[in-house]
């Protein structure tokens, strides 16, 4: 089998695209617009906004690369597959808002093609990406709508999707040197290849298309939350510990920098100020203390 990898592409330039345009409306100016190629193949577009309004920082990312030899961030589990050329291509993206009540987001769906050398019988493809919720200040309202939107998008794939990529996710992002999940949790799924390609493509566009509603409800409720500069330095803090996330555990940033990658949209999921405390801990009982209940695996249904 040849994967149909404009069809993917299309799809997924879509989705950024109404993806931006939802953001662009909630913080009332357009994003900017940063397209890029890469010099062993490929290229993307880097959709960004900059000290706005209501996103400090948000970036909505496409790419498409390719490569003559699998990196070894991809072969390390597929050591048959060492050497293939390939192709990568998905939607990334981080929003860092400006009100500490309003949580910071991550969602990404990607696929990976490992093409069939000369002579062989087929690709090999997996498609992965998730999304997931770190808020500061929580609200268990918001979490258990965020949950229940993730649940609903992957319930037509059945019943053990959501309860298996839910379990998936809170063991993906989670601080083993600090002993706490990075948010809420949400969604994570990767190496997906079966039954078939139309599944794991439908369930993949599926889990991109519920970022919006599972986000912006709770962007429209908080976004006018009264805050000042105690608020402001918990969250720069606590968004200390979203770059040791990125830079220590997480397999994207990792296969990016690996591959080539454009280390400026790479590193675009950074927050744009963080903070770290030499041996911090918040006052008992102090709303900033609240959120240690819910670094943890829950059940939010």
């Not at 009540?101 to 002579?119: C, E, W």
């Not at 918990?234 to 990792?254: H, K, P, S």
Request: net charge negative; aromatic share 12%; hydrophobic share 35%.
């Amino acid at each position: 089998m040849q994967v149909p990898v404009s069809l993917v592409h299309d799809t997924f330039t879509a989705l950024q695209d109404h993806i931006v345009r939802t953001l662009e409306d909630l913080e009332g100016a357009a994003f900017g617009r940063d397209p890029w190629t890469r010099p062993e193949g490929g290229g993307g577009l880097a959709r960004y906004c900059e000290n706005g309004t209501v996103f400090e920082r948000a970036g909505v990312l496409f790419s498409h690369v390719r490569g003559d030899a699998l990196p070894p961030s991809a072969s390390a589990h597929r050591p048959e597959l060492a050497g293939r050329g390939w192709e990568a291509m998905g939607v990334s993206m981080v929003l860092h808002p400006r009100n500490p009540h309003v949580p910071t987001t991550h969602m990404n769906v990607r696929l990976f093609v490992a093409h069939a050398p000369k002579g062989g019988e087929t690709d090999v493809f997996w498609f992965g990406g998730g999304l997931d919720l770190t808020p500061y200040y929580p609200v268990e309202a918001d979490a258990r709508h965020f949950h229940q939107v993730c649940h609903d998008a992957v319930a037509p794939f059945g019943d053990d999707k959501y309860p298996r990529y839910k379990a998936w996710c809170d063991d993906y992002f989670l601080l083993r040197h600090r002993g706490e999940t990075r948010g809420v949790g949400g969604l994570f799924f990767d190496d997906l290849n079966a039954p078939d390609f139309d599944t794991c493509f439908a369930l993949t566009r599926a889990v991109g298309d519920c970022f919006i509603p599972a986000y912006v409800p709770i962007v429209q409720a908080r976004r006018d939350t009264p805050y000042g500069e105690r608020e402001r330095a918990f969250q720069a803090y606590r968004r200390g510990r979203y770059v040791e996330f990125n830079l220590v555990y997480d397999r994207g940033t990792l296969f990016g920098l690996q591959s080539g990658g454009r280390t400026e949209s790479i590193l675009l999921s950074m927050p744009p100020v963080a903070q770290w405390r030499y041996d911090w801990t918040p006052d008992p009982g102090s709303p900033e203390a609240a959120l240690a209940d819910y670094l943890r695996p829950r059940a939010w249904l």
